[in-house]
């Protein structure tokens, strides 16, 4: 069993994963009119997906210097089948919250465990494999809104769910036979101290959280109530603004190739500066434009940029942090940075509910962005932050 097939299936599996994520985003509005509520009111419920995805990072992280990589990747797969059947039957809006945290503390899990994993497994490219298992996991994002559609056509929202939690039951099998017939790399096997890792690459992990935290928070407040705002802010009815999403979600999956090509070539610092810059103009020029062709254009830029970050964010942190403290120091970022974003969905719907405009929100939001990153070009200039490693290199 090759180091590639063993890959193949880990792609399959962020599919999945990341599917069960964001698949919430493109249900709101059929799961609104069946509970009776109102569509900004569950932003809730897609924070709860993103929260749940932030809550275990930490914990796995401490997991893994106890546990093989690959045994808690297959757990997370078990995990994302029984929670899945669970979001389906529920009932209320209670009830949906909970199941989208625990189908999110799946992915959480398998992102914390997966990422290093990757990296391991092809320690001489590692933004080339990161971009490709990144690009996986956005097809899932890319076909969601496809995916709800279809399923909606035929059935209700709830065989959604049935239909992930039957396919991760197929795919966590594969992964576990895999990966019982190969060696696996023990390039984590001194990596037994969660807190010594965390104080020792403390300045790296920080620089992740802060370049990425803020414009996740725009980007998952922006993508999870993406269709109510279209309906809302720009009169585009449901069907288009599910069409459109998936567009935005498309264009991600060449920004996570091309961008985690370009990581392996290029300093990950201005890297990073410059996709953020562009991410946060393009969300406020999304604000601005009004007609479905110049809206549908923009979306592109947007989904384009604020996919690029994660190979980018990802390939700088795993490529400079050393063996030893690589998975735990990798989960303190992730955990921060994901707790952070998550929040996104839930402020915007509490915001919106509450009387807000959403022009107004997104604008706030995009400045924001944009008056943090012009700061860390700053302390960049002046190297004030960690350079990471070599591109296309482990530490």
């Known amino acids: ?231 809302v802010a720009k009169g585009i009815d449901p069907g288009t603004g599910r069409l459109l999403l998936s567009v935005m979600f498309a264009a991600g999956l060449p920004a996570f190739l091309i961008t985690g090509q370009l990581a392996d070539r290029v300093p990950n610092v201005p890297l990073l500066i410059a996709l953020i810059a562009c991410f946060a103009c393009s969300v406020f020029v999304l604000t601005v434009v009004e007609s479905v062709v110049a809206i549908t254009a923009v979306s592109l830029f947007v989904g384009y940029f604020a996919h690029s970050l994660y190979p980018a964010v990802d390939t700088y942190l795993l490529a400079s942090l050393p063996d030893h403290h690589r998975a735990s120091a990798y989960a303190m970022y992730s955990a921060i940075m994901s707790l952070t974003q998550s929040l996104g969905s839930g402020v915007v719907g509490i915001l919106v509910t509450r009387g807000g405009n959403y022009t107004l929100i997104f604008q706030v939001l995009a400045v924001t962005v944009g008056v943090l990153v012009a700061g860390m070009f700053v302390l960049y200039r002046f190297d004030k932050l960690p350079a990471g490693g070599e591109p296309g290199t482990i530490a």
């Open 1 to 231: 069993m090759s180091r590639r097939q063993l890959f193949g299936s880990l792609c399959a599996m962020v599919f999945l994963v990341n599917l069960a994520r964001v698949i919430f985003a493109p249900l709101l509005q059929p799961v609104a009119a069946d509970l009776g509520v109102t569509t900004a009111s569950l932003g809730v419920v897609t924070s709860a997906a993103w929260l749940g995805s932030a809550a275990p990072r930490l914990p796995t992280g401490y997991l893994l210097t106890r546990v093989p990589r690959h045994y808690v990747v297959a757990a997370t797969g078990g995990l994302l089948v029984g929670t899945s059947i669970l979001t389906a039957l529920s009932q209320s809006v209670l009830q949906l919250a909970l199941g989208a945290s625990l189908m999110g503390v799946s992915s959480g899990m398998y992102f914390t465990a997966a990422n290093p994993l990757v990296s391991e497994l092809f320690p001489d490219r590692v933004g080339t494999v990161i971009g490709v298992h990144g690009m996986s996991s956005q097809v899932g994002a890319a076909v969601a809104p496809l995916v709800v559609s279809a399923v909606l056509f035929v059935s209700d929202w709830r065989t959604t769910f049935l239909c992930i939690g039957a396919i991760a039951a197929v795919t966590t099998v594969a992964f576990v036979l895999m990966a019982g017939r190969m060696r696996l790399p023990d390039a984590g096997s001194e990596d037994r101290d969660l807190f010594a890792a965390i104080r020792a690459q403390w300045a790296t992990v920080l620089t992740g959280i802060v370049l990425l935290g803020a414009s996740g928070f725009l980007w998952n407040g922006l993508f999870n109530l993406f269709g109510d705002y279209l309906e």
